[in-house]
């Protein structure tokens, strides 16, 4: 059964930081891509960041710069690291296993001006 745990999430001032965690079990998570996503009030939710089985990195053109996508597989954890944060960061972020139906519950982080 795979589960992804996502923590991490908070209130935060404009220009602070916050990194979110994705603990995954139930996969061989060595192999497998993974990625952040978010999702605005009323809106569907959107990539963030992805990282590859061999750490190749992808980001939104409005997060590069300031957002940093890591895993550890020994820890089967995926991080997202959010730097110089902005009050239109303000959403609720879901841990992928990506190109698949699995996702964690979302943690809401919330950027205060």
């Known amino acids: 059964q795979v589960q992804l745990v996502e923590s991490g999430g908070g209130l935060v001032q404009a220009g602070g930081s916050l990194r979110l965690s994705c603990a995954a079990s139930?996969?061989?998570?060595?192999?497998?891509?993974m990625g952040w996503y978010r999702q605005f009030p009323g809106k569907q939710r959107e990539l963030v960041a992805t990282?590859?089985?061999?750490?190749?990195?992808n980001y939104a053109d409005s997060v590069k710069g300031r957002f940093t996508i890591s895993r550890d597989n020994a820890k089967n954890t995926v991080y997202l690291q959010m730097n110089s944060l902005k009050p239109e960061d303000t959403a609720v972020y879901y841990c992928?296993?990506?190109?698949?139906?699995?996702w964690g519950q979302g943690t809401q982080v919330t950027v205060s001006s």
């Open positions: 992928r296993l990506d190109r698949s139906a699995y």
């Open positions: 139930g996969i061989i998570f060595s192999l497998n891509a």
């Open positions: 990282i590859s089985s061999g750490g190749s990195r």
